[in-house]
């Protein structure tokens, strides 16, 4: 459902309009209402919007003017309605008809199309993004970016993909004016240079990631959650939020098959100046900090007998989770980072084991090859991989199987 202008049924305090004050042709003029493109209006109105609803956080929700609710059955949906409607009436706030849809197995919201089975993204806009060229212009090369960063969340790895498109982009804002016309007008004029290998094949593998119409599985909190975790220096910090097809029986100390995975949520960014010169502990027990911050409410969701699950290729991550090497280590010899990263983690109810690079997926093993900006060295010797071979399964998954290779001092 949907507010009817919305933003026009907030009435401001007497005592507070004279900041609303605008100066037109006739004289200087106060709003007594709330207006749409003032900084603090959408704030306002969220907050409000929130406050109201509270009571019905199980199954009711807002962005803004848009109310959305769900329901499991038809006779509840009605019982949600009723009070929704009797709760927005005693407040004043009035909808608009053309807007609202009531009873409807699967809607268009915040253009994402949902239904009971999950969400995706609208055919329009999946239709628009694959149908685009290569970017010629800064204005055009923005414009992809901005669209595909609207739907990063269906992804795996989105920021690593991405990453060849964002630094040509970069470097054409480094003499770009700051804002206002002249700002635009230099991102229409500014000719994109011929487009690398490597940009070109980022272009179509997120081109390609569009076109299969990706699918996200609802986030049930009486269900078990799982969490895929990698983070590399070349491919930043990438995870996967997941549960298990019912049906699917699995080994909880093992990731589970790959056809009875069923994604929530894909998560991943870029590292910071500071991150890339963590070692690979550090950087993974980061990721998992981070994810675990991005994920927070799904995680204080989960019942107590239903523990996240958390699998990580990099084997000391486990106990720092655990806290089992910081209580053996003499406290000046402690590393303070992996500390409070413990600390923090320890708050959340998660079993977290490790599971071999090999078992992962095709993009974390070559995330982790070794390229010309990044040599292996000592410090790399726990993720170093130097060979990988893919083998095709009979089931059309793709494995990998990683050789490590070992240097002779004879040699």
């Not at 969220?46 to 109201?52: E, G, L, P, T, Y």
């Not at 699998?311 to 209580?327: N, V, W």
Request: glycine share 4%; aromatic share 8%; proline share 6%.
């Amino acid at each position: 459902m949907d507010a009817a202008k919305c933003f026009y049924q907030w009435p401001i305090h007497l005592a507070d309009r004279q900041h609303m004050a605008v100066t037109s042709p006739r004289r200087q003029e106060v709003f007594q209402i709330v207006i749409m493109g003032y900084c603090n209006s959408v704030a306002f109105v969220q907050r409000q919007m929130v406050s109201i609803l509270r009571d019905f956080a199980g199954w009711c929700r807002a962005y803004v003017d848009g109310v959305f609710t769900t329901s499991p059955t038809c006779d509840d949906h009605l019982n949600h309605l009723h009070t929704l409607l009797a709760r927005l009436e005693e407040f004043g706030i009035k909808l608009e008809p053309r807007k609202s849809y009531i009873a409807f197995p699967s809607i268009h919201f915040l253009g994402q199309r949902v239904d009971a089975f999950g969400m995706t993204t609208r055919d329009e806009r999946i239709k628009a993004i694959t149908n685009l060229q290569f970017p010629k212009t800064l204005k055009h090369l923005e414009t992809y970016l901005g669209m595909t960063g609207t739907v990063l969340h269906y992804i795996r790895g989105y920021a690593a993909k991405i990453e060849p498109l964002q630094q040509p982009k970069t470097l054409l804002l480094r003499n770009s004016p700051v804002k206002g016309h002249s700002r635009r007008s230099f991102s229409v004029r500014t000719l994109a240079e011929q487009p690398s290998a490597a940009e070109r094949r980022a272009f179509d593998e997120l081109q390609a990631e569009f076109a299969d119409s990706p699918w996200l599985t609802h986030h049930d909190s009486q269900r078990q959650l799982y969490v895929d975790l990698d983070a590399s220096k070349e491919a930043g910090f990438g995870a996967m939020v997941f549960h298990v097809n019912p049906t699917h029986v699995h080994d909880i100390s093992k990731p589970p098959a790959a056809n009875a995975i069923q994604p929530v949520l894909f998560l991943s960014r870029d590292l910071s100046a500071a991150e890339r010169n963590y070692w690979p502990t550090e950087l993974e027990v980061a990721c998992l900090v981070w994810v675990l911050r991005k994920i927070r409410h799904m995680v204080q969701a989960a019942p107590p007998h239903l523990p996240v699950v958390i699998y990580t290729d990099h084997s000391s991550t486990t106990p720092i989770a655990q806290s089992s090497p910081l209580r053996s280590v003499a406290s000046d010899r402690l590393n303070l980072r992996l500390v409070r990263a413990s600390q923090y983690i320890q708050q959340y109810r998660l079993r977290v084991f490790h599971r071999p690079g090999a078992t992962n997926q095709v993009v974390d093993a070559l995330s982790r090859l070794p390229t010309k900006q990044h040599e292996a060295g000592q410090s790399d010797d726990l993720d170093a991989l130097l060979a990988v071979r893919f083998v095709l399964k009979q089931n059309r998954a793709l494995s990998v199987q990683c050789t490590f290779l070992k240097t002779s001092k004879t040699e």
